[in-house]
């Protein structure tokens, strides 16, 4: 399994170059497999999109 979250880690790297706005949870004590908490990542991850909304917003105005 860690030889995926390798590969899945550098292509998200690639991907990652061109985005305008990167929103990245902090989901580090959660496991790349852990399925059951998925309503607890969900939470964290619109947390993070909320705190996100600023940047979001400028570059919306610039655009």
Do not use: C, H, W, Y
Not at 29 to 56: H, K, V
């Amino acid at each position: 399994m860690q030889s995926f979250e390798i590969m899945a880690s550098s292509l998200t790297r690639l991907e990652l170059r061109d985005a305008d706005v990167v929103i990245n949870p902090d989901l580090k004590l959660i496991s790349f497999t852990d399925f059951t908490s998925r309503n607890l990542m969900i939470t964290i991850g619109e947390q993070a999109a909320r705190r996100a909304l600023p940047e979001i917003r400028s570059k919306l105005r610039l655009g």
